[in-house]
């Protein structure tokens, strides 16, 4: 994994907005639809291919795939594994709990949802690896017509994949996310062994406290969290840690976000994945204020820090400016080699669903990489 050496690199969480000939191709064989397969092929390649590019002549130095050939971050591991049906409606999270008509008006400016959340209701095996492999095939042919400083695929943590499809049949939690574990551990170390940096998903150790765990304290909540950085750490087993950077956040959406849970709380147990980098909110109303706890922190001298700068669920384009007085910040804090400029999290996390138009997302990384520029001509002067 390249740290910024003489320039701050650019990157972001991972997703992005897909195209209409992507999102129509997705949802028509999430909904069970008749759908030509060498169709979807060629426009899925051609769709990573288009990302990539995007990402390029926007100035992103560590791209992705934009997680172009998921329906969703979290829920795609049902098209490639065993074990999951029926049908999961979630609790409201506590923050939007008290507002009802706020619910209703988001769901009139984000569209509709065309994920399915299921739950698992038999042992969780390896059912189809093809799309894993697709994934990686159209991702290697887009980096070889687009060359860029490295690329990353993005992978749902054993942790993510239970808050948003829980278990149903294992005897305990805790098996479930065994299980889970051992089943995603394939997809990792495919990931790292075909050449590619691994982004490990992990909303599950800040977001999932207000939603699928809000009937926890916090102490039962942290305590559940190390469970799932253990089998996490388990299913890392055979991948370098330079290889691996992992996401936290507290969930992708503008809302009050009054009862998410405070960094300092759980960031011990963040730094004890195996991990060489990781991407947290820091752009956002809520969390920005939290640089401080990376001041506070005993953080491990070969840790790298991918910090938020752009607020990925907002229209606005930040200024470039800002941009950098938020890289600088964190330089200041650990040395201006171990930052990299980021995103608060994608644009992109549900197929066709979202706020955040997509010609101004690319705006947005446009605005990031004007502002590493910036940050490095005052940091490297």
């Not at 769901?107 to 799309?131: I, N």
């Not at 959406?253 to 759980?266: M, S």
């Not at 809520?286 to 790298?304: F, G, K, N, Q, S």
Request: proline residues 5%.
């Amino acid at each position: 994994m390249k740290a910024s050496k003489d320039r701050i690199l650019t990157t972001h969480v991972g997703s992005l907005p897909r195209p209409p000939a992507v999102v129509d191709c997705l949802v028509r064989k999430e909904r069970g639809e008749a759908f030509d397969a060498a169709e979807f092929t060629r426009t899925m390649r051609q769709g990573v291919a288009d990302i990539v590019r995007r990402q390029a002549e926007a100035g992103i130095d560590v791209v992705s795939d934009g997680e172009t050939g998921k329906i969703s971050y979290s829920t795609y591991i049902k098209d490639r594994y065993a074990g999951f049906s029926g049908e999961y409606t979630p609790k409201t999270h506590l923050d939007l709990r008290d507002h009802p008509e706020f619910r209703e008006r988001m769901k009139a400016f984000l569209g509709p949802r065309h994920e399915k959340r299921m739950l698992c209701t038999a042992p969780v095996v390896l059912r189809d690896r093809s799309p894993l492999e697709q994934d990686l095939a159209n991702f290697r042919a887009a980096l070889d017509a687009t060359p860029r400083t490295e690329g990353f695929l993005n992978a749902a943590s054993p942790g993510v994949v239970a808050a948003f499809m829980p278990n149903a049949h294992y005897a305990s939690h805790e098996a479930y996310i065994e299980a889970l574990a051992d089943a995603l551990k394939l997809e990792y170390e495919a990931i790292a062994a075909a050449g590619f940096l691994l982004q490990v998903d992990c909303p599950d150790l800040a977001m999932a406290r207000h939603t699928g765990f809000q009937d926890l304290s916090d102490e039962a909540f942290i305590a559940r969290a190390e469970f799932h950085v253990e089998a996490l750490n388990h299913a890392l087993e055979r991948v370098p840690a330079d290889q691996v950077r992992i996401h936290v956040c507290w969930g992708n959406y503008e809302g009050p976000h009054d009862h998410d849970i405070e960094f300092a709380r759980i960031l011990p147990t963040v730094l004890k994945i195996k991990a060489r980098a990781i991407c947290f909110e820091a752009a956002n109303p809520r969390h920005e204020h939290e640089w401080t706890v990376w001041r506070d922190a005993r953080v491990p001298a070969d840790l790298l820090l991918v910090p938020g700068v752009l607020d990925s669920c907002s229209n606005y384009v930040e200024h470039p400016e800002l941009i950098a007085q938020r890289i600088e910040r964190f330089a200041q804090l650990v040395g201006r080699e171990r930052v990299l400029a980021g995103s608060d999290c994608g644009f992109g996390t549900f197929a066709g669903y979202g706020k955040v138009d997509g010609g101004i997302a690319f705006k947005k990384l446009r605005a990031l990489a004007e502002g590493a520029a910036i940050a490095s001509r005052r940091l490297w002067s």
